[in-house]
């Protein structure tokens, strides 16, 4: 992934996302454009990681992932397809206030680890 993104190292690539989400988080707030009725621009971050239920995972990992990304890691078991999907859209619906309620549409699975941003 960091061949793809044309960056040299991880910490160099966290530090340019982390950049990112800041910049981004400073275009939320109330405007009242002159002669324009007002209007607010509400930005959330919903981050996470559903990797297999008992797929090992080192703490660093975790730490980073909350720290850089404020991304959870919620473990589910694939092997029970229905109820993975269930649990990361609920979670996604949560998370956007219903304004994504299926994120993973029904009879979509092929996978061992979804990552939500």
Sequence with gaps: MLDVLRHGDL????AHLGAVVASLAKKAGRFTPQGAEPYEIVLTFANSLWPQAKYPIEQP????MARRYGAPVHTVDYGQPEAARRAINGWVSEETDSR??????EGLWMTRR???S
Excluded: D, Q, S
Aim: proline share 12%; glycine share 0%.
């Design 11 to 14: 910490a160099t690539t966290n």
């Design 61 to 64: 990992f975790l730490e980073a």
């Design 100 to 105: 994504i309620p299926e994120l993973i549409p």
């Design 114 to 116: 979804v990552w939500c």
